[in-house]
């Protein structure tokens, strides 16, 4: 069985968000976040789901981080809920809530597992956006504040930070599609929302001075016309991706200067150790090939835009500092079989797929350091709530029972030998011994 090997040193690993799979939305002095407050407008979250539960990871995190550690993963991507660290969005912190984010941490260590922390992963304390939320310029420095908290409180332990996940989705499916919380459909809000979360980016870079290595987190995709001009793909990849790479990389904005004040663009555009790329699937304007298959999401399944993003960021940014997989995964409808089973061919065939696109474009020269899988958990997926199926796990949410599905052995044996295999015969996770 021939293989391709990815660098030694390579981190392999697992992401959740705190919203997502934590539950326990009132327990510890935890505060409602935005997400608690979307989740009861009428039709917003399919089946009415919300995250007061989820996977209850906030209690079971010992048996998950146990999971982790059985498959041989050697980091974990968590965020942190602002809410339970200041419940009220400002002023002194909750110490219950950071008392929590203590334990699991030294948890994962304890199994030789790194944590990589995000601060922000879109759980906004609803008392901040009740105070005009993104679109208020002093959000972001609530979040530096936010920043600094953890950071006395985590640093110890703690030598890898992301400030934010995904800034476009938080501002543009939260202020501009009204898809996500808080569920306003406004142009101009979503802009400042865009650049006040930039903003948020730059003061806590500043703040995680020397703490470790520190990054962002952005979903980008090759954008491809199908059916649409070239113009009409360029003007959406800037409105999706330029919008905030420009800022983070060039100290560039295209927003007007009453929204960004002198100063803010070298706070956003100061050195960051590494980007995190969550890379899906291409973009295509106005539509999707109707040939392509796609996932349970409606996702096209296309490892090669992988590795034309990778070798695209780095052609178009001389400078661009090493990179994270920080997601990358599939939904798909997987059930239990009646052995208590959860086989997952086609997510195992997409991971397959993706790790040897990625290991092309570390060949074609792209510093990449890492592979953080989207998700460990079936969890809340936003909008869609538990209707769609990311996990490697499979969790029961009736019960809380997880299963590691087949994509969950295959990956495992991935990061205890840092091999994939070339196409041919699947990896069986059952072999004898590691490589
Ligand atoms: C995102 C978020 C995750 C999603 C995942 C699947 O990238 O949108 O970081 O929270 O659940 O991407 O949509």
């Known amino acids: 069985m021939t293989s391709v090997r990815f660098p030694t040193g390579f981190v392999w690993g697992t992401a959740t968000a705190a919203y997502q799979v934590e539950g326990a939305v009132a327990e510890d002095g935890r505060g409602p ?59 002194p912190a909750n110490q219950k809530g950071l008392d929590h984010y203590r334990r699991l941490v030294d948890g994962l260590l304890e199994r030789g597992i790194v944590p990589y922390l995000t601060l922000y992963h879109w759980d906004l304390p609803q008392a901040l956006e009740d105070r005009g939320g993104w679109p208020a310029r002093d959000t972001a420095y609530r979040f530096a504040d936010y920043a600094a908290i953890v950071r006395d409180a985590l640093g110890d332990v703690v030598d890898h930070w992301a400030t934010l996940n995904e800034p476009k989705v938080a501002s543009h499916a939260g202020y501009g599609e009204g898809i996500h919380a808080p569920g306003i459909r406004d142009r101009a809000l979503r802009d400042r929302a865009a650049h006040h979360l930039l903003l948020a980016h730059g003061l806590g870079l500043s703040v995680l001075s020397g703490s470790g290595e520190v990054g962002v987190t952005l979903d980008l995709s090759p954008v491809v016309p199908y059916g649409g001009s070239r113009a009409d ?14 800022p983070i990389l060039r100290g560039e904005s ?92 086609l997510r195992v065939a997409y991971l397959h797929a993706h790790l ?80």
Not at 236 to 243: E, S
Not at 266 to 287: C, E, F, H, K, Q
């Open 33 to 91: 976040s935005i997400w608690d407050t979307f989740c009861r407008v009428p039709g917003a979250i399919a089946g009415g789901d919300t995250g007061d539960v989820a996977c209850d990871h906030y209690r079971r995190w010992p048996e998950d981080v146990a999971l982790m550690a059985s498959l041989g993963l050697g980091a974990y991507r968590f965020s942190v809920a602002w809410p339970r660290v200041q419940p009220d969005g400002a002023g």
């Open 233 to 246: 793909a360029e003007a959406y990849d800037y409105d999706n991706h330029g919008m905030f790479l420009e």
């Open 254 to 345: 295209r927003l007007p200067d009453d929204l960004v004040h002198a100063g803010d663009l070298d706070l956003i555009s100061a050195p960051i150790d590494y980007l995190g790329v969550n890379y899906y699937r291409p973009l295509y304007v106005p539509r999707v090939p109707p040939e392509l298959p796609v996932t349970a999401v409606g996702w096209p399944v296309v490892p090669s835009g992988l590795r034309d993003l990778l070798v695209g960021l780095r052609d178009t940014y001389p400078d661009l500092p090493p990179v994270y997989i920080t997601e990358n995964g599939a939904a798909y409808d997987d059930e239990v079989g009646p052995d208590g089973w959860v086989d997952d061919p």
């Open 356 to 435: 040897l696109a990625l290991h092309e474009a570390i060949e074609a020269g792209v510093d990449v350091r890492g592979y953080f899988l989207w998700t460990l958990l079936d969890n809340f997926e936003w909008a869609e709530g538990y209707s769609k199926r990311f996990g490697i796990v499979h969790v029961d949410h009736a019960d809380q029972t997880r299963r590691p599905k087949t994509s969950a052995h295959w990956y495992g044996q991935v990061a205890r030998t840092g091999a994939v295999p070339q196409p041919g015969p699947e990896l069986t996770w059952k072999t004898e011994s590691d490589e």
